[in-house]
């Protein structure tokens, strides 16, 4: 008898058993390439971005990363679960973005990648998330080779380098009257292929470029390339690079017989930090930038940039507004792909990667984003601005 309700009790407890609640188990989309990034309860979602947060260029770094932990705390709740900011200081060259996209592809929760920052670092950085399924969308990133690898997982909401050299060689030509032009650049991926940029359209416009120097990163005493750029008698000088190495020419222009000569610069100069370097030697100077208008949403968000942090946005870098739109284009694709069982959030891989390539008229604060086959995702074209009276103003 007392067998029998034994018995009895255990069949009952196995039924209960069979009834109640499967394990959770991964959706059919995991089984795609690449699989998928498995979020549990308490974990967050991880995008990542890797820019100089140290030394000469920390102030690109800074600013990104900054908008972009706005960009999280206005999208970040994908199905309850949190997006992250995983954010590394690569130092904006090859060898530091090689070892940063290491480590961030050893994380299963990190699942796209807001960045790199600087070109040479991206170049780097790019086979490493290619070959395990994270898709990129640098708001920075600007060599026109970069989306020309077939690469499918680098994607970039920021102009080329062509558009801008094009544009600024346009700009010397047509609407500052400049016939003799000077070029120099930092050697770098970035600076020295805008330079060439400019140098090949300046001169397909019928300018005469007289001199294209190069000069050494992280120096303080640029007088013997400025002597040889002067000794050519340039009427501009235009100069592929970023604002360290630009403020010391700058300021050692006049020094080296090139005073009145005009300075243009491109996108990596823009900022208070130049001009705080520059002081009344920066009056003048041009730079093109991707600063965009005073729209309703970029003033709402210079607001909260500011209480935030305590300076204005773009105050740093010209990429603090697509910096907050590479984050929420890359949420916005995040969401759509996916899925809730259980307790557990899974992320097929491949479908993000589609997805970003794919995405189509995402409202940014800076413009509407739409990906082409190759990764070009730009909302909008480069603004030039001068210095007046100590400030960055739009250029006429």
Not at 41 to 59: C, E, H, L, N, R
Request: charged share 15%; proline share 4%; aromatic share 10%.
């Amino acid at each position: 008898m007392k067998r029998t309700a034994l018995f009895l009790t255990l069949a009952v407890m196995l039924l209960l058993a069979a009834c109640g609640p499967a394990a959770a188990t991964a959706p059919d989309a995991c089984n795609a390439e690449f699989g998928c990034a498995t979020i549990s309860q308490g974990q967050t979602i991880k995008v990542g971005f890797a820019g100089p947060m140290t030394g000469d260029y920390s102030q690109f770094g800074i600013d990104m990363s900054n908008a972009m932990k706005l960009a999280v705390a206005d999208f970040g709740d994908v199905q309850g679960f949190k997006v992250e900011m995983a954010i590394e200081d690569d130092g904006g060259g090859a060898e530091g973005g090689a070892a940063v996209s290491n480590k961030l592809v050893s994380d299963p929760t990190f699942v796209a990648m807001a960045g790199h920052a600087f070109s040479g670092a991206t170049a780097a950085a790019i086979p490493i998330y290619e070959k395990a399924g994270i898709p990129m969308m640098s708001p920075s990133a600007t060599n026109p080779d970069l989306t020309t690898t077939g690469s499918a997982v680098f994607n970039r909401n920021a102009f080329t380098d062509t558009e801008q050299g094009i544009g600024a060689a346009k700009y010397l030509y047509e609407k500052l009257g400049i016939r003799k032009l000077a070029l120099m650049h930092d050697g770098g991926d970035y600076g020295q292929g805008l330079a060439a940029v400019v140098r090949d359209n300046f001169q397909s416009l019928g300018g005469e470029v007289v001199a294209f120097e190069a000069v050494t990163p992280g120096e303080s005493d640029y007088s013997a390339p400025l002597a040889a750029v002067a000794s050519a008698q340039p009427e501009a000088l235009y100069f592929g690079g970023y604002n360290a190495e630009a403020s010391v020419l700058v300021n050692q222009m006049g020094q080296a017989g090139l005073s009145g000569v005009v300075f243009f610069g491109g996108d990596g100069i823009y900022g208070k930090d130049f001009l705080s370097k520059v002081g009344a030697n920066g009056e003048g100077v041009y730079s093109a930038t991707l600063v965009p208008p005073g729209t309703d949403p970029i003033i709402k968000f210079n607001q909260v940039y500011l209480s935030t942090y305590g300076t204005e946005a773009g105050v740093l870098s010209a990429y603090t507004w697509n910096s907050y739109d590479a984050v929420g284009a890359l949420i916005s694709a995040i969401k759509s792909v996916a899925i809730v069982e259980g307790d557990t959030l899974y992320i097929p891989r491949g479908a993000l990667v589609e997805a970003v390539r794919t995405m189509k008229e995402y409202q940014g604060i800076a413009g509407v984003i739409t990906c082409q086959a190759n990764g070009e995702c730009n909302a909008s074209g480069p603004v030039f601005y001068i210095v007046k009276d100590g400030d960055w103003v739009p250029a006429e």
